[in-house]
């Protein structure tokens, strides 16, 4: 049993770290970390605690099977008077079920706030420390752990009601069955005195196992409350899943078309409308516009997190839905705002998607987007170990090891979102002219506040509100004095301070000699 029980949870713990993996981007912006961690691991323990008393449990109800066919044996009528507040006890548990359960899962929701609570104040740290909440969110931790404590105790109060139930079934089952009936009926001597005696020890050994089973009972419950909780988790479907007859994608040259686009995240509040965007193999494409533009939710569509509402998403005239997601996304890189590197030494972040790749890749890599010198110059190289999130490298230089880690693989599309808004200009620059060599022959998808860092794209797609607005080259766009001309006035006017407004209202920036 407890090879049956561990491999059971190991099995169980294995299936969700798969499922968790396969599930939308989207379904970890609306459920915290801390929750999740609850139900894979806090009420995954509960269930140990269950197979750990199935073997005593087991037991307990194969010797009442046996004392039951043994009585009703030896004298059926005195075993089914005897044995006539067993009904009665089912009937209490059954009432007892209905509140405690309640109670239960109860306990297991703020065991998960508290879980969430603990996650959320360790990696915001910092931002608590330097704003000096502390005390504030002490206090906030203190009602999310009395509703834990609350939810416990009200728990132990229905667990401690229903022993002394118990215990007062089994007085009335020895008093009236034995003592009263089997008295009479050894008096009438239609009941051998005996037989009598045999009942009574049988009694006694009948309700012995039950006063075990209903101490195990509360745990059985509580662990049906934590399983109930694992397979609603295991029960959501991930948001994008390839069909069945779905194949694998070729070797892609990297032409993307969005073609009468929709996309919404909630129905009714349209994100993306009416996108027709024709990339061409090889193109550098910048994404711009004001916050909320969509543009981030046009790389994610072409990532395929998610799934366009109407219209289609084509790479190399395949629709993304009718190939497997894997095949296609092995081709394509992105490199994020934020950097996240995983614990581990510098050349297995860098090699991460890809470990085949020997360690010249590695240093080539690392070499084209200007990595190699601060590499080389940390205490053991590329063989360094990064701490959790690779805390212990600046900013700059976990993005520069995400562009390696990007590149090291050779794919055909580049999607860059935002990559370089946390480095410094000096960093950046060395970034741009590594990137003239990276995205040479690649197709490429840049989002970028600073305008400065698309100038040179091949095409760049001015996005308002969901909609594609303008499409051109960057002196073009200028001369039009539309929404990319405001947006680049307004970026250079904070960059340099000397925007003007000229005739029809569009700014545009004052002639400079770097300009």
Same mark, same amino acid.
């Given at each position: 049993?407890?090879?049956?029980?561990?491999?059971?949870?190991?099995?169980?713990?294995?299936?969700?770290?798969?499922?968790?993996?396969?599930?939308?981007?989207?379904?970890?912006?609306?459920?915290?970390?801390?929750?999740?961690?609850?139900?894979?691991?806090?009420?995954?323990?509960?269930?140990?605690?269950?197979?750990?008393?199935?073997?005593?449990?087991?037991?307990?109800?194969?010797?009442?099977?046996?004392?039951?066919?043994?009585?009703?044996?030896?004298?059926?009528? @005195? $075993?089914?008077?005897?044995?006539?507040?067993?009904? #009665? &006890?089912?009937?209490?548990?059954?009432?007892? %079920? /209905? +509140?405690?359960?309640?109670?239960?899962?109860?306990?297991?929701?703020?065991?998960?706030?508290?879980?969430?609570?603990?996650?959320?104040?360790?990696?915001?740290?910092?931002?608590?420390?330097?704003?000096?909440?502390?005390?504030?969110?002490?206090?906030?931790?203190?009602?999310?752990?009395?509703?834990?404590?609350?939810?416990?105790?009200?728990?132990?109060?229905?667990?401690?009601?229903?022993?002394?139930?118990?215990?007062?079934?089994?007085?009335?089952?020895?008093?009236?069955?034995?003592?009263?009936?089997?008295?009479? @009926? $050894?008096?009438?001597?239609?009941?051998?005195?005996? #037989? &009598?005696?045999?009942?009574?020890?049988?009694? %006694? /050994? +009948?309700?012995?196992?039950?006063?075990?089973?209903?101490?195990?009972?509360?745990?059985?419950?509580?662990?049906?409350?934590?399983?109930?909780?694992?397979?609603?988790?295991?029960?959501?479907?991930?948001?994008?899943?390839?069909?069945?007859?779905?194949?694998?994608?070729?070797?892609?040259?990297?032409?993307?078309?969005?073609?009468?686009?929709?996309?919404?995240?909630?129905?009714?509040?349209?994100?993306?409308?009416?996108?027709?965007?024709?990339?061409?193999?090889?193109?550098?494409?910048?994404?711009?516009?004001?916050?909320? $533009?969509?543009?981030?939710?046009?790389?994610?569509? #072409?990532?395929?997190?998610?799934?366009?509402?109407?219209?289609?998403?084509?790479?190399?005239?395949?629709?993304?839905?009718?190939?497997?997601?894997?095949?296609?996304?092995?081709?394509?890189?992105?490199?994020?705002?934020?950097?996240?590197?995983?614990?581990?030494?510098?050349?297995?972040?860098?090699?991460?998607?890809?470990?085949?790749?020997?360690?010249?890749?590695?240093?080539?890599?690392?070499?084209?987007?200007?990595?190699?010198?601060?590499?080389?110059?940390?205490?053991?190289?590329?063989?360094?170990?990064?701490?959790?999130?690779?805390?212990?490298?600046?900013?700059?230089?976990?993005?520069?090891?995400?562009?390696?880690?990007?590149?090291?693989?050779?794919?055909?599309?580049?999607?860059?979102?935002?990559?370089?808004?946390?480095?410094?200009?000096?960093?950046?620059?060395?970034?741009?002219?590594?990137?003239?060599?990276?995205?040479?022959?690649?197709?490429?998808?840049?989002?970028?506040?600073?305008?400065?860092?698309?100038?040179?794209?091949?095409?760049?797609?001015?996005?308002?509100?969901?909609?594609?607005?303008?499409?051109?080259?960057?002196?073009?766009?200028?001369?039009?004095?539309?929404?990319?001309?405001?947006?680049?006035?307004?970026?250079?006017?904070?960059?340099?301070?000397?925007?003007?407004?000229?005739?029809?209202?569009?700014?545009?920036?004052?002639?400079?000699?770097?300009?």
């Amino acid at each position: 049993m407890a090879r049956v029980g561990q491999s059971i949870l190991y099995s169980l713990r294995t299936q969700m770290f798969s499922h968790l993996q396969d599930m939308s981007p989207s379904f970890y912006h609306r459920t915290a970390v801390g929750r999740i961690m609850s139900r894979s691991q806090s009420d995954v323990l509960q269930l140990q605690e269950t197979f750990e008393m199935l073997v005593l449990a087991l037991a307990d109800v194969l010797t009442l099977a046996f004392i039951v066919i043994y009585m009703l044996a030896v004298d059926w009528q @005195l $075993a089914v008077v005897s044995l006539s507040i067993v009904p #009665v &006890l089912f009937f209490i548990l059954g009432y007892w %079920q /209905r +509140f405690a359960r309640r109670s239960f899962m109860r306990i297991r929701r703020a065991i998960a706030m508290v879980n969430g609570e603990y996650n959320q104040n360790i990696t915001g740290v910092r931002v608590v420390q330097s704003l000096n909440r502390q005390d504030e969110n002490l206090n906030h931790f203190k009602e999310l752990n009395q509703e834990h404590l609350d939810a416990n105790l009200q728990a132990s109060r229905f667990s401690g009601g229903l022993q002394p139930m118990v215990e007062f079934l089994i007085g009335i089952g020895m008093g009236f069955g034995i003592v009263l009936v089997g008295g009479m @009926l $050894a008096n009438s001597g239609s009941l051998e005195w005996g #037989v &009598l005696v045999a009942f009574a020890l049988w009694i %006694q /050994r +009948f309700f012995e196992p039950v006063r075990h089973l209903t101490m195990q009972y509360g745990v059985f419950q509580r662990s049906m409350a934590a399983g109930v909780r694992i397979f609603e988790l295991l029960d959501l479907d991930p948001e994008v899943n390839d069909k069945p007859d779905a194949i694998d994608m070729p070797p892609i040259r990297g032409e993307v078309r969005f073609e009468d686009v929709n996309f919404h995240y909630v129905e009714g509040v349209e994100v993306l409308q009416d996108i027709n965007l024709h990339i061409n193999p090889g193109e550098n494409v910048a994404l711009v516009g004001s916050t909320g $533009a969509g543009k981030s939710t046009m790389v994610t569509l #072409v990532h395929r997190f998610a799934d366009v509402t109407n219209g289609k998403i084509t790479i190399d005239g395949y629709d993304l839905r009718d190939v497997k997601r894997e095949s296609f996304v092995g081709q394509m890189s992105m490199v994020l705002q934020e950097p996240y590197l995983f614990s581990g030494n510098v050349k297995d972040n860098i090699r991460y998607c890809y470990e085949n790749t020997t360690d010249d890749d590695v240093i080539a890599a690392a070499k084209t987007v200007g990595a190699h010198d601060f590499i080389m110059a940390l205490e053991d190289g590329y063989d360094t170990i990064l701490a959790e999130r690779g805390v212990n490298l600046s900013v700059g230089q976990r993005q520069l090891v995400s562009f390696a880690r990007a590149i090291v693989g050779d794919p055909r599309i580049i999607v860059l979102d935002e990559a370089t808004a946390n480095i410094d200009t000096h960093t950046e620059i060395l970034i741009q002219e590594a990137l003239s060599h990276v995205l040479a022959g690649r197709t490429s998808i840049v989002i970028a506040h600073r305008l400065s860092t698309i100038r040179n794209a091949d095409k760049i797609v001015v996005l308002d509100k969901g909609r594609i607005v303008e499409v051109g080259r960057h002196e073009e766009l200028l001369r039009r004095n539309g929404v990319y001309g405001r947006l680049y006035a307004i970026n250079y006017g904070l960059a340099h301070g000397n925007g003007v407004e000229p005739e029809g209202g569009a700014l545009i920036p004052a002639p400079a000699d770097n300009d």
